[in-house]
């Protein structure tokens, strides 16, 4: 492994654990542990895993008006968050390209806001810069960590009371780890809790929750088959800087407020190429992210080439993610196509290893979420 990849709090946990580690927006990160990422996956489904993220950003937005200050670089309504509550946002370029996808939660007096690993020093140059009356600090002291799954409200609440916590709404609980800021969120489709904890007692408690009957440790590999049943982007492959809003099917994650004839409308990086979009219809050749159902056993992969029909010569999609789904049961996937053959049912051909094989559009997510609502 390289010298020069960061580790997380829970490293040494991690190998004590057997997993096995992988680099991963530059840190050493565990892909699997002696479970493998199909129990894996599945006991998430089914009970509860414990993922470590601390290698995602966390930052403060400080100021008289960090959320309309925040405005100026995202496309959602920053304003209208409630005390303690959070929302999804992503960072747009002047092409209406994404640049990075957030999480945004109102707290006492600031904003807290986590961004994706490998965007961190990026997406910390683009808020000093376009933020002109908010301090931006860097949380470097604290690691996150994610309990997701049906049992993990269960389980979680040994330690704290986290049942009075609604889907995407967080609050800071005192405890024998320090205070503990607690979201009920995820990146899986299921039910579950993000926990933000000091560094030195991150692996303490992680070991609390390992040796309850519940929980087990789980890796990336599962992370990933994870959120692709559940339709979610992985930012750099599903979503970047070259696709925006619109044609990346996240036009749910503007509100009102932002669009055209709207209290707060554009004003965001962007905003002349994406607000005519949300009213247009689609041309017909304009790219739309989609699911994808090989109608193979062999998953289709990322960098998998898409054509209309098993003759034409020349390829009119790609794959973004792709992989087995353990919980469908069979191979599942993302990516873009021309809005004329975005329909669920529309069959179309993938290239694998020189041979063409069927793979039908189908509706995201794959499988049903399973949040608290």
Partial sequence: MGENLLKTPLHALHLELGAKMVPFAGYEMPVQYKLGVMKEHLHTRQAAGLFDVSHMGQVLLEGDNPALDLERLVPQSICAIKPNRQRYAFFTNEDGGI?????????????????????????????????????????????????????????LARLFPVERLAFMEGDMFPSDWGNVWISRSGYSGEDGFEISIEFDRAEDFARTLLAMEEVEAIGLGARDSLRLEAGLCLYGNDIDKTTDPVQANLTWAIQKARRAGGDREGGFPGDRNILPKLSQPAADEDRRRVGLKPEGRAPMRDGVQLFENDKSPDPIGVVTSGAFGPTVGHPIAMGYVPARLSEPGTRLWGELRGKRQPVQVTPLPFRPSNYKR
């Fill in 99 to 155: 640049e990075d996808d957030i999480m945004v939660t109102r707290r006492d007096g600031h904003l807290f806001v986590v961004i994706n690993a490998a965007c961190k020093a990026a997406d910390i140059a683009l808020m000093k810069a376009g933020l002109h009356s908010t301090d931006i600090v860097e949380i470097t002291d604290r690691a996150l960590l994610a309990l997701q799954g049906p049992a993990a409200e269960t389980a």
